[in-house]
């Protein structure tokens, strides 16, 4: 099926996809912890064993791509390179080692009644995930929603059709092999635009929608969906650098948080630093970050600190720069009274995405994590841990910036929910 497929036909697609997931829902979330895990760990093996197929599927993506001028960056992210397979691999034996939190009771208490009443946590049922570049999306997926116990209709980006249909099939084989639904899993074999409006407005067999990719592609989500959407929008992270702080740690985590790698969404993009340090702090910080070629864009106060530091790349900060999602090696910078005008920064211009303290204030720390209203929040850390897998989840679908359900890094238990159950004995209510 290709791009110039009927509307009619792709409704009738989607239509079918959508009753094959719900199906296939109903048996994942009977199936046996065993038999899952097992399914996982035949991923691992079938994503080693098919290398070199995977490899030249790849190929061919990577070819048009190129062809079609995607930059360098962009190609990188699509390569299914050796150690991205292994990664991937690396990933479905994890899954399959965590304790299983299906059927899992927590909080059961006795009420005055001589009822019991706790909640359990169940598969979500099924979900849709849209998003570009990355086939290896395929797989953390594919892994997540199979060690969820749930369903899922994936929708990959055009560029990278050919590796997400090479990947997809030996998903379905490890399902299959398992003793599962094969159809857990699906791929939508089109990159017809019409195929995502269909599964974002079927309530009726998606229960959740979980976008992966750029600012533009969530936004439209977003705006037109009638399945609940879990999302982020930006990661404007910010790393705060308090009086009193180890400084000789906060130059080391700070740049880190940004030079690591600049093109995630955990990068910090914004430096706060209180007025209190600034002049011992930021001449250092200037001085590697010039040496890093990163452009740092200030308030007057830091421009005026950071304008002897030999190399350095100054501009002036504009309002708008104070909310900017870089994704480069650009920064923000500036100077703030204390804690509470970077709290408050943080929370006037921030994503909600993840922010950092750098203090020696314990009291301070404990402030900062209780006011900043973030997803991810940290103390002496670099920006860059908020991720799935440095979080212990094993894997991650995304990252949600969202309030309602999961926030932050979505695992396992993002993509479960909780009903209640009551316990009795007989009795009745008077």
């Keep these: 099926m290709n791009a110039s497929t009927s509307a009619v036909s792709i409704n009738e697609l989607m ?40 490899q030249a599927a790849n190929a061919q993506d990577l070819e048009r791509a190129a062809a079609a001028g995607l930059s360098g960056p962009l190609l990188d992210r699509l390569k299914l390179s050796d150690s991205a397979i292994e990664t991937c691999a690396l990933g479905c034996e994890q899954l399959a080692a965590m304790p299983d939190v299906i059927g899992e009771v927590i909080g059961l208490k006795q009420q005055p009644s001589g009822i019991r009443v706790g909640q359990m946590r169940v598969p979500i049922g099924v979900f849709g995930m849209i998003y570009e570049s990355r086939p290896n999306v395929t797989i953390e997926a594919a892994s997540l929603s199979i060690k969820s116990a749930n369903a899922c209709i994936l929708r990959g980006g055009s560029e990278a059709i050919t590796s997400n249909t090479a990947l997809a099939r030996l998903v379905q084989q490890s399902l299959a092999d398992a003793g599962l639904p094969a159809l857990a899993v699906q791929l939508v074999p089109t990159t017809d ?46 790393s705060y650098v308090d009086d009193p702080c180890d400084l000789a740690m906060a130059l080391e985590v700070v740049d880190n948080a940004k030079t690591q790698k600049y093109s995630p969404c955990n990068a910090t993009e914004s430096v706060l630093v209180a007025r209190g340090v600034a002049a011992d702090f930021l001449p250092q910080l200037g001085a590697r970050w010039a040496a890093k070629g990163v452009e ?23 309002e708008a720069d104070w909310a900017t999602e870089y994704l480069a090696p650009i920064v923000s910078i500036k100077i703030v009274a204390g804690l509470e005008e970077a709290i408050a920064h943080i929370n006037r211009y921030g994503s909600h995405h993840t922010d950092a303290i750098l203090t020696r204030d314990h009291m301070h720390a404990q402030t900062f994590l209780r006011e900043v209203d973030s997803a991810s929040v940290m103390v002496n850390t670099s920006t860059r841990f908020a991720d799935g897998f440095e979080y212990g989840l094993g894997a991650e679908i995304g990252i949600s910036t969202d309030k309602f359900h999961a926030r932050g890094p979505v695992g396992v238990e993002g993509l479960t929910s909780l009903k209640y159950v009551v316990l009795g004995q007989g009795e009745v209510r008077t």
């Design 15 to 54: 239509h079918t996809l959508g009753q094959q997931a719900r199906a296939a829902s109903t048996l994942m979330a009977k199936s046996s912890t065993a038999a899952r895990n097992v399914a996982l760990r035949r991923l691992a093996a079938l994503l080693r064993e098919h290398r070199a197929p995977l």
């Design 193 to 238: 635009r019409a195929a995502v409006d269909a599964l974002i407005t079927a309530p009726q067999y998606v229960d959740v929608i979980i976008p992966r990719g750029g600012k533009g592609l969530i936004e439209r989500i977003a705006a037109s969906a009638k399945v609940p959407v879990i999302k982020h929008l930006d990661g404007n992270c910010h």
């Design 296 to 318: 740092m864009r200030c308030c007057p106060e830091a421009r005026a600190l950071l304008a002897t530091v030999p190399g350095a790349r100054l501009a002036d900060a504009s």
